[in-house]
């Protein structure tokens, strides 16, 4: 499970961009994208795999569209993309772009011996390169990097930004991350691989706004739920049904439900019997509060 380190409070998510596409060794090279995650999970950064959700082997019944606008939205909430370019592709130049239009600092990584265009290294938005020629040197110097990306408001070499600019951009994200676009949010559900009336449910409680699209987001992408997992746990911990109405709306008696919730908080790290209380400390620190605490940590900073 990728989190951030252990009782840290997390700065905010880290977007891996890597060639998909074009690999000629796919799993090879989804592990590596694998470890990125790992590295920048113990910079106390969440991280985002696109080939945990919008992947065109494993998720060829999403249209081009919709891969855009899920990948484009975690990448401009993003605190930082790491851009591996160790692979030539055209997928990382655009999210490279894209993190620029948007502010969002770019971190590139690539094993010494290999060419990376000047093209890509000249965007005003990559502030750290990385080169390695070994793993262990990889974690070193990345960590190092994205403590000095994530140490300061200063983004891609430019002063930092008005506070009460920060907090319009805030109030906007939030807006953004509160209620996602209706086909986003079908593109999930069939991610999540969840329909009915539990789909139905989680649906209306994004567009209302009781469940954050963004969470949404999350349970799919990062922490990679799925089927009745999924609907137990947004139907059950989320949305507060009882466990008898979790298991209509899912299909099935309330002990296989039980069951579902039981392996769903497993996955997100809460225990089996975690009281309410537990569980709406994990929905705030997890779903809701990190932009949050990016503008108090911005705010905080300018102030020191």
Not at 85 to 102: K, T
């Amino acid at each position: 499970m990728d989190t951030a380190s252990e009782g840290a409070v997390a700065l905010g998510e880290a977007y891996i961009s890597g060639a998909l596409t074009a690999s000629e060794d796919a799993p090879r090279t989804k592990l590596f994208y694998e470890l990125l995650a790992e590295i920048a999970s113990s910079a106390r950064l969440r991280s985002y795999l696109p080939h945990r959700v919008t992947d065109p082997i494993t998720a060829t019944h999403l249209d081009a569209r919709t891969v855009f606008e899920i990948d484009r939205a975690h990448i401009t909430a993003a605190a930082v993309l790491i851009a591996y370019a160790g692979i030539p592709s055209f997928e990382v130049g655009i999210e490279v772009e894209l993190a620029r239009e948007h502010g969002v600092p770019v971190v590139v990584v690539a094993e010494r011996d290999r060419p990376v265009s000047r093209l890509l290294l000249g965007n005003p938005a990559v502030t750290e390169i990385v080169r390695f020629a070994e793993l262990e040197g990889l974690r070193r110097s990345l960590v190092a990097a994205l403590a000095r990306v994530t140490s300061g408001p200063r983004v891609a070499g430019r002063p930092p930004v008005a506070d009460d600019v920060v907090v319009q951009r805030f109030i906007a994200s939030l807006e953004h991350a509160r209620k996602l676009p209706s086909a986003e949010v079908a593109a999930l559900l069939r991610i999540g691989e969840l329909d009915g009336e539990a789909a139905g449910e989680i649906t209306d409680a994004v567009a209302r706004g009781r469940l954050f699209g963004a969470g949404l987001r999350d349970l799919v992408g990062r922490y990679a739920m799925r089927g009745a997992d999924l609907g137990a746990f947004v139907l059950h911990d989320i949305l507060e049904r009882s466990l008898t109405d979790t298991a209509r709306a899912l299909g099935m008696d309330p002990r296989t439900a039980k069951q579902r919730l039981a392996t769903a908080r497993e996955r997100v790290g809460l225990s089996e019997d975690a009281d309410a209380a537990l569980v709406a400390q994990w929905l705030v620190t997890e779903l809701i509060a990190p932009p949050t605490r990016a503008l108090q940590l911005h705010l905080f900073a300018a102030q020191r």
